[in-house]
């Protein structure tokens, strides 16, 4: 399809489902290694715990994917909205050559102080041997990880969602696979589960780097197409959602924190377990959502190079509806088959009922969460790092602030209720900043359009 002609609700629909799809089969890399891990006969909570602890880090290593294809994606549609498509060509090049870099340099700083990290994010002698195992293998595939993840967003950028969500989809059935083969058939446990993601991770780099260097795409990926020039450009772009899911996990280490140091009736291994699953259900969440407004960015961005401002506009208001209609959907999820969700995890009566609970208080205002993710995401397919950066941590800065001083009055248990304080507090800040922006902002660019000469 045309990114700047064809009907909007069918561009955003053809575009949306398949990146919303591919980041739902994305969450089955975590959540089927906890649910496989949860159901171990021989220390099943405690591993789960274990794992709940590594989520966070290495959730965080993947944020540099998004540093580099978040950053580089946006410039690689305008770039070919406006025509130039050796631009976008070096963006992709460079792009590929910094995310090498960048996974390489991780594993080099993270790999002696990996038992340290764990320890200071929640793991405790109960958990710490897990934790230090499944962490040690998932470190070593960072850069299959980071490439399958950060050049992905180059396939999407050019409209090709569906190969996009391929690449995902590969992975996912590879990880699927493996999974209960290594943890029960070769009895590797939580080293057959990492072994498992990285295998996987590794089959969808092949795939996405296939697909950049020998599909019939309008922009390809060339090895020696490297251009230092753009990298400040990238990482600029780049940084706001770099750092949105940086701290998101620095949200979680500091919940499993909260959850282990707070005064608490309940143990806190148990706490942290039931958080891992109420975090597996808000990936469910994110991750689908992310995928609707980072998506769509294409759109947005090849649209408002092409200096279509009006059409720029008019696509922010449908993502907006497509993502409130996403949360609105997981809302209900939550009340008609949280239990069964639950399930999945663990049999135990009191993790289960733990969990559940756990997962209604942090959903109580998911729905509007779906409008801020697009409006900070909007903001950033625009090129308006100041704002999205804005937006976003203003929420962070809620979040954390409902979690540290909730816990000291009400118990550990009450950690859970800082999503929904921050997830009503933020959208409400963050449309009031977009309306008051956003038609300056469209008619700042239209003013730059070329003025065609006539004859």
Not at 242 to 249: H, L, V
Not at 266 to 291: E, K, R
């Amino acid at each position: 399809m045309d990114l700047g002609k064809s009907p909007l609700h069918q561009l955003i629909k053809t575009i949306a489902i398949p990146a919303m799809v591919a980041q739902c089969v994305n969450v089955a890399y975590s959540i089927v290694d906890r649910i496989y891990i949860g159901h171990m006969a021989d220390g099943g909570s405690l591993a789960l715990a274990a794992i709940g602890v590594c989520g966070p880090l290495v959730t965080l290593i993947g944020a540099f994917a998004a540093l580099v294809g978040v950053g580089g994606a946006p410039l690689c549609s305008m770039a070919m909205g406006e025509g130039k498509l050796k631009r976008a060509s070096k963006l992709v090049s460079t792009s590929f050559f910094m995310v090498l870099t960048i996974s390489i340099i991780l594993v080099l700083l993270l790999f002696p102080f990996r038992k340290e990290l764990l320890l200071l994010f929640g793991a405790s002698n109960a958990t710490i041997d897990n934790a230090l195992t499944y962490f040690t293998i998932y470190l070593c595939g960072t850069p299959l990880a980071l490439v399958a993840s950060g050049m992905n967003y180059f396939i999407n950028a050019q409209g090709y969602s569906k190969i996009g969500m391929t690449s995902v989809l590969v992975g996912a059935l590879v990880n699927i696979i493996l999974d209960p083969i290594l943890i029960y058939g070769f009895t590797m446990g939580v080293a057959g589960a990492a072994i498992a993601t990285v295998f996987a991770q590794g089959c969808s780099a092949v795939f996405v780097l296939a697909v950049l260097v020998k599909a019939k795409l309008p922009v390809k990926l060339k090895f020696n197409g490297f251009d230092q020039t753009l990298i400040r450009s990238i990482l600029k772009i780049g940084f706001t959602p770099f750092a949105i899911i940086a701290f998101d996990n620095v949200m979680i280490m500091t919940m499993n924190t909260v959850l282990k140091f707070y005064p608490s009736m309940i143990d806190s291994d148990l706490l942290i377990s039931a958080n891992t699953i109420a975090q597996s259900f808000m990936l469910l969440v994110t991750m689908p959502l992310g995928g609707i407004s980072s998506g769509t960015q294409c759109i947005l961005s090849y649209n408002y190079g092409a200096f279509q401002c009006q059409r720029v506009k008019e696509a922010y208001r449908q993502i907006c509806q497509w993502c409130v209609g996403f949360t609105i959907l997981m809302f209900a999820f939550v009340w008609l088959a949280g239990d069964a969700f639950v399930s999945l995890f663990t049999s135990d009566p009191l993790l289960k009922t733990q969990s559940l609970s756990a997962i209604r208080t942090m959903t109580w205002m998911i729905i509007p969460l779906g409008l801020q993710y697009e409006l900070v995401d909007g903001m950033t397919a625009l090129g308006q790092v100041k704002i999205s950066f804005l937006l976003s941590f203003f929420r962070k800065g809620v979040y954390f602030a409902a979690l540290l001083l909730v816990p000291l009055f009400f118990g550990a248990e009450s950690a859970f209720v800082a999503e929904p304080i921050s997830d009503l507090i933020a959208p409400i800040f963050s449309f009031i900043i977009v309306k008051r922006n956003l038609d300056a902002i469209l008619q700042w660019r239209a003013s730059m359009a070329p003025i065609e000469s006539s004859n």
